[in-house]
Protein backbone atom coordinates (compact mmCIF):
# COMPACT_ATOMS: atom_id res chain seq x y z
CA UNK A 1 0.00 0.00 0.00
CA UNK A 2 1.01 3.84 -0.53
CA UNK A 3 2.94 4.80 2.47
CA UNK A 4 4.08 8.73 2.91
CA UNK A 5 6.21 9.67 5.26
CA UNK A 6 7.00 13.23 6.06
CA UNK A 7 10.13 14.76 8.04
CA UNK A 8 11.88 17.78 9.26
CA UNK A 9 9.49 20.04 10.95
CA UNK A 10 10.62 21.90 14.12
CA UNK A 11 10.92 25.74 15.58
CA UNK A 12 12.08 28.58 12.90
CA UNK A 13 12.78 32.23 13.90
CA UNK A 14 10.77 34.15 11.42
CA UNK A 15 13.10 35.52 8.19
CA UNK A 16 14.71 31.70 8.92
CA UNK A 17 14.39 28.43 6.87
CA UNK A 18 13.80 25.31 6.96
CA UNK A 19 13.73 22.00 4.64
CA UNK A 20 10.70 19.56 5.24
CA UNK A 21 10.65 15.88 3.34
CA UNK A 22 8.02 12.83 2.36
CA UNK A 23 9.59 9.51 1.84
CA UNK A 24 6.72 7.28 -0.42
CA UNK A 25 6.51 4.24 -0.92
CA UNK A 26 3.83 1.74 -2.53
CA UNK A 27 3.72 3.51 -6.09
CA UNK A 28 5.70 4.74 -9.07
CA UNK A 29 6.93 7.81 -7.64
CA UNK A 30 8.84 9.03 -11.03
CA UNK A 31 5.35 8.91 -12.26
CA UNK A 32 3.65 10.53 -9.87
CA UNK A 33 1.98 14.16 -9.12
CA UNK A 34 2.84 15.17 -5.92
CA UNK A 35 1.66 17.78 -3.76
CA UNK A 36 2.70 20.04 -0.18
CA UNK A 37 -0.47 21.39 1.49
CA UNK A 38 -0.91 22.40 4.82
CA UNK A 39 -3.26 23.36 7.77
CA UNK A 40 -2.33 26.05 10.26
CA UNK A 41 -4.65 26.14 13.29
CA UNK A 42 -8.09 26.35 13.33
CA UNK A 43 -7.89 26.90 9.48
CA UNK A 44 -8.35 24.61 6.31
CA UNK A 45 -6.32 22.30 4.73
CA UNK A 46 -4.46 24.66 1.90
CA UNK A 47 -2.24 23.70 -0.92
CA UNK A 48 1.14 24.66 -0.70
CA UNK A 49 3.76 23.34 -4.09
CA UNK A 50 2.83 20.50 -6.36
CA UNK A 51 5.83 18.51 -8.55
CA UNK A 52 4.78 17.39 -11.74
CA UNK A 53 6.01 15.16 -14.62
CA UNK A 54 9.90 13.69 -12.63
CA UNK A 55 10.47 16.87 -11.08
CA UNK A 56 10.27 19.14 -14.79
CA UNK A 57 6.93 21.35 -14.02
CA UNK A 58 6.03 23.08 -10.40
CA UNK A 59 3.07 25.05 -9.15
CA UNK A 60 3.53 27.00 -6.08
CA UNK A 61 0.27 29.18 -3.97
CA UNK A 62 0.61 32.73 -3.94
CA UNK A 63 1.45 32.75 -0.43
CA UNK A 64 5.14 31.06 -0.81
CA UNK A 65 5.92 31.48 -4.45
CA UNK A 66 9.31 32.89 -4.23
CA UNK A 67 10.34 31.96 -0.62
CA UNK A 68 9.42 27.81 -0.71
CA UNK A 69 11.11 25.62 -3.16
CA UNK A 70 9.52 22.22 -3.98
CA UNK A 71 12.35 19.47 -4.99
CA UNK A 72 12.24 15.58 -5.50
CA UNK A 73 15.04 12.61 -5.73
CA UNK A 74 13.36 10.35 -7.92
CA UNK A 75 15.91 7.45 -6.90
CA UNK A 76 15.37 8.06 -3.19
CA UNK A 77 11.31 8.44 -3.76
CA UNK A 78 11.51 11.75 -1.97
CA UNK A 79 9.89 15.09 -2.55
CA UNK A 80 11.35 18.31 0.07
CA UNK A 81 10.12 21.47 0.51
CA UNK A 82 12.53 24.55 0.79
CA UNK A 83 11.03 27.06 2.50
CA UNK A 84 12.48 30.61 3.52
CA UNK A 85 12.01 34.33 4.40
CA UNK A 86 9.59 32.20 6.79
CA UNK A 87 6.62 33.85 8.47
CA UNK A 88 4.91 33.20 11.32
CA UNK A 89 1.52 33.13 8.67
CA UNK A 90 3.52 30.06 7.64
CA UNK A 91 3.18 28.10 10.98
CA UNK A 92 1.06 24.85 10.06
CA UNK A 93 1.08 21.39 10.06
CA UNK A 94 2.47 20.61 6.26
CA UNK A 95 1.72 17.35 4.81
CA UNK A 96 2.31 15.13 1.86
CA UNK A 97 -0.06 14.01 -1.11
CA UNK A 98 -0.52 11.55 -3.43
CA UNK A 99 -4.03 11.30 -5.27
CA UNK A 100 -6.00 10.05 -1.88
CA UNK A 101 -2.91 9.31 0.10
CA UNK A 102 -1.61 11.63 3.24
CA UNK A 103 1.34 11.40 5.42
CA UNK A 104 0.66 12.02 9.11
CA UNK A 105 1.68 15.40 8.97
CA UNK A 106 4.82 17.51 10.26
CA UNK A 107 4.82 20.53 12.17
CA UNK A 108 6.35 23.77 11.18
CA UNK A 109 6.33 26.58 14.01
CA UNK A 110 7.53 30.42 12.91
CA UNK A 111 8.18 31.90 15.89
CA UNK A 112 10.29 34.41 17.49
Known amino acids: QVQLVESGGGLVQPGGSLNISCTASGLTFITTAMTWYRQGPGTERDFVASSFKSGTLTNYAASVKGRFTISRDNAKNTVYLQMSGMKPEDTAVYYC?????WGQGTQVTVSS
Open 97 to 101: NYEQH
